[in-house]
């Protein structure tokens, strides 16, 4: 079995992005061809972390194949600097949120844009984006939002469909890049593959969008996870503005999570879904209006804790039922 040291880099200062409140809609932007790139050779070894990825504001971050590396999402201009230096071309996201594509022209990249869901990658997206890697130019970073469930197997799918990988040796990097084992459908999808005929690939859209067509409703989830994640941090810093972070201002991004839940309820999409759908986002929405409440006025640590735990714990129950093994 291939093995190889993981490493977690540790998350540096950079120019933050603030959120605003959802925009439910559609979002298209007509993105160019690139020019095609050299084709890439098999992997002579395992993928593993690069060797800077304790200094990078970047994380999770493995050399999968030569010409393809899986990471998390670039954090501000230090971010797309960082991958500049590695010298990458092309950034490939899979994950809901809109692509900083002018962050990424500033440092002479281009983005592609391919969401995926935690249920797994359908068969036509996951020819695009080995298309995408094989045909743009490279080396092509791939990433999710942390870069540890769909970056992962999105990067494990398209090395195999591609013969950088076998199936087995793309299951254990995902396993070492951290994809969790509540999502099944993201390991059905990559542990089913073979090599993709020239047909195929030449098969799939070639268009390759730096921003594709996102609905409002995951749109906002992705705030709702940036929310989630500025309150962890806030929680960690003993509820005060992190050092590191000083455009993190507790209220606000309680606020902002509990308005995004609120607005969420009103939302077309949870009328695709059973009535326990809308229960379950009318919980979360409550157990982030406690936490806002808690918050503001000052509670004890162990009660704050409790309450944003509570707020995790709700959106996890949604997520087993309408996310993960969807």
């Known amino acids: 079995m291939l093995r190889w040291e993981r490493h977690r880099s540790t998350l540096q200062p950079g ?8 925009r439910i809609g559609l979002t298209v932007i007509v993105a160019t061809l ?7 050779k098999p992997a002579d070894s395992a993928p593993h972390p690069t060797a800077d990825a304790h200094h990078a504001p970047i994380h999770n971050v493995f050399d999968v194949a030569p010409g393809l590396i899986s990471g998390s999402a670039p954090e501000g201009e230090a971010g797309f600097a960082a991958l ?5 071309r092309t950034i490939l996201s899979v994950d809901g949120a809109t692509p900083e594509v002018d962050a990424a022209h500033r440092h002479g990249m281009r983005y592609v844009h391919l969401p995926i869901g935690y249920h797994g990658i359908d068969p036509p997206r996951q020819l695009e984006i080995a298309r995408a890697v094989r045909d743009l130019p490279g080396p092509v970073y791939v990433h999710c939002h942390h870069g ?12 195999v469909e591609l013969g950088l990988l076998s199936a087995d040796d793309a299951i254990t990097f995902m396993k070492d ?3 969790s084992d509540s999502y099944p459908g993201l390991y059905a999808c990559v542990r089913n593959l073979h090599p993709a005929t ?13 921003i594709a067509p996102v609905p409002g409703f995951v749109l906002a989830m992705s705030h709702c996870q940036d929310a989630y994640d500025h309150l962890v941090e806030i929680r960690d810093a003993g509820w005060q503005t992190p050092p590191t972070h000083p455009d993190l201002v507790p209220l606000a991004e309680a606020g902002q ?3 995004l839940l609120r607005a969420l309820q009103e939302a077309p999409e949870r009328e695709k ?6 229960e379950m986002l009318h919980a979360a929405w409550k157990a982030s209006l406690d936490f806002e409440q808690t918050l503001s006025r000052k509670a004890p640590d162990a009660e704050l804790k409790s309450a944003l735990g509570a707020v995790n714990d709700s959106c996890k129950a949604c997520h087993v039922v309408y996310r993960n093994k969807r």
């Open 148 to 159: 540890k469930h769909r970056g992962p197997a999105a990067a494990a799918s398209a090395a």
């Open 177 to 179: 890049a951290g994809t």
């Open 15 to 22: 120019a933050w992005r603030r959120r605003y409140p959802v």
């Open 198 to 210: 020239p047909e195929q690939l030449a098969g799939a859209p070639a268009s390759f969008p730096e």
């Open 34 to 40: 690139a020019c095609r790139s050299a084709e890439k």
């Open 257 to 259: 999570l509990e308005n």
């Open 273 to 278: 879904h059973p009535a326990d759908f809308a």
């Open 84 to 88: 500049e230096d590695r010298g990458v």
